[in-house]
C-alpha cells in the first residue's frame, strides 16, 4: 500500500496484531510438611488430573522440589494459583503454589 496520501503526507499502515497471549506455567513447590495425599487431592480437584497423574506430578515435586501443573493464560493461571493456596490455607497445610512466564 502507497504509504502517501494525495496531498503528499504519510499514511500511517496498521501492521495486523497477531501476537499470542503470554503463558504461565503454574508451579508446585514441595514442603516437608503437606501430606502427599493432600497433594494428590489438589491437583485432582483443581487442575482436573486423573488420580495416576497427579500422583505422578506429587512424586515429582517430593523428589526434585519443584514441578509444573499446566500452563494457562494468565488469569486462568492466577486463579489456580489462588485456589491452590487457599485450599493450603483452609487444611493448615504449608504447601506453596507460584506461576512464571512460560
Ligand atoms: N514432601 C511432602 C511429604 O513428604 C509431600 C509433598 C509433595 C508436599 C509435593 C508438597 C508437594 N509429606
Do not use: W
Request: proline share 6%; aromatic share 6%.
Amino acid at each position: 500500500e502507497d504509504p502517501h496520501d494525495g496531498a503528499g503526507l504519510t499514511v500511517q499502515e496498521s501492521k495486523p496484531k497477531l501476537k499470542q497471549p503470554p503463558r504461565y506455567k503454574v508451579l508446585l513447590l514441595n514442603d516437608d510438611f503437606t501430606p502427599m495425599e493432600f497433594v494428590v487431592y489438589v491437583l485432582e480437584a483443581i487442575f482436573g488430573m486423573s488420580r495416576e497423574k497427579a500422583t505422578q506430578i506429587m512424586l515429582h515435586v517430593h523428589t526434585r522440589g519443584v514441578g509444573v501443573c499446566g500452563v494457562f493464560t494468565r488469569d486462568i493461571a492466577e486463579t489456580k494459583v489462588a485456589q491452590v493456596k487457599e485450599h493450603a490455607r483452609a487444611n493448615q497445610h504449608p504447601l506453596m503454589c507460584t506461576m512464571e512466564e512460560a
